[in-house]
């Protein structure tokens, strides 16, 4: 692939994807969203990659839309922005359905698109110093990036508004309180923790947890019955797996287990 904004490279089985305009705070344009797009897509059919890591270069780990950019777009700008959404927008439905974990790692501050991404990670650990705030409306604008489908969700109807209408910032502590992040450790560690998450779940049972992870996103959408019949045939198809077997078998005889992903 040849990027310009992003860097990218599998290393123990996890895709380490790295936001690379620290002098643009990583603000979201139009090739920023083509290269996303395409490391996504080349993680979803990359059997060699178990886990995603994803972090950013520099004290921004995005500061939303390339603004800069989309006023020197003058009369072109409607017709920019619609392109480019279909890459960001796309990058997001391939880093969503794709069985594999995606971890990320926030340091310094995530806003409009920055936090629309925040929102569609797996799982985000953050900084101390971390803040976050959906600054969409202050530029006259309304939300993209999917936030609408995956904030409330995460947070509640009632503080997805808050964050939108207000633009209030919320620091680290909030956003892990409110549940839009999972764990907030000291900044100098963020990037550390995100690769030793996603390196133990590439070493781990890798099918299991990709197809936890699709089941789980299914359920949220499901009735009660049809999420009952989807868990009951995957976990059966699960105990028929090298993993599932190995697991089972090490709990039994007290060991500890060598998952190889199969």
Known sequence: MNLSTINYEVR???????????????AVNPAFSTDLRHVMLEIEFDDAVKAVSVTAEGKVF?????????????DGLQQLAAGMLVDFHGAIYHMNRMPKPVIAGVRGSAGGA?????????LVVCGESAKFTMAYTRA?????????????RHIGLRRALDLTLTNRVLSASEAESWGLVNRVVPD???DAAVAEMATTMA???????????????QGYESSLETAGEAEGALIAESMGTHDGKEGIAAFVQRRTPSFDGS
Not at 12 to 26: C, T, Y
Request: charged residues 20%; proline residues 4%; aromatic residues 10%.
């Open 12 to 26: 123990d089985g996890v895709g380490h994807v790295r936001f690379a305009r620290p002098e643009a705070a990583n």
């Open 203 to 217: 070493s781990g049972p890798s099918w299991a947890l990709g197809h936890a992870k699709r089941i789980l996103y």
């Open 188 to 190: 100098d560690d963020v």
């Open 62 to 74: 995005c500061a939303g839309g390339d603004l800069k950019e989309f006023h020197n777009a003058g």
């Open 140 to 152: 006259g604008v309304t939300p993209d990036g999917t936030s609408t489908y995956f904030l409330a």
């Open 114 to 122: 920055g936090l629309s991404l925040v929102s569609a990670f797996d």
